[in-house]
């Protein structure tokens, strides 16, 4: 069985400078993790995935996802929050699509990758 730490203490000064000098603010690891965690969700992850076909409204998805209107508009709700989808009105329908296709690839390379042999 393999270890999960160094047999000896050797500190790469290099190396750690360099990482500094890129690493990214704690602000930025806050939303990046509250983006991911958005896909954490298997009724998020659905409806995404039907945005990634076509722009739907709250009463289509929650015919397709056998779900209440109520959940459905909770979840477009934290997606809208994260900037994972946007919407628009047409008269008295709110249709829902992915916010750009910066959401289409994470989500793509995300299926890509699980589907992965």
Do not use: W
Not at 14 to 42: C, G, H
């Amino acid at each position: 069985m393999t270890k999960d730490y160094c047999e000896v203490t050797v500190i790469h000064h290099d190396q750690i400078k360099e990482t500094e000098r890129k690493m990214i603010s704690n602000e930025q690891a806050t939303e990046l993790a509250y983006f991911f965690k958005v896909f954490s969700d298997p009724t998020r992850v659905k409806i995404l995935y039907a945005l990634s076909l076509q722009e739907m409204c709250v009463c289509d998805i929650s015919y397709l996802l056998n779900a209440s209107q109520s959940a459905i508009s909770h979840q477009l709700k934290m997606l809208r929050q994260a900037r994972v989808v946007k919407s628009r009105r047409d008269g008295k329908i709110i249709y829902y699509s992915l916010d750009d296709d910066h959401i289409q690839r994470v989500f793509n390379q995300g299926l890509e990758h699980i589907n992965e042999k």
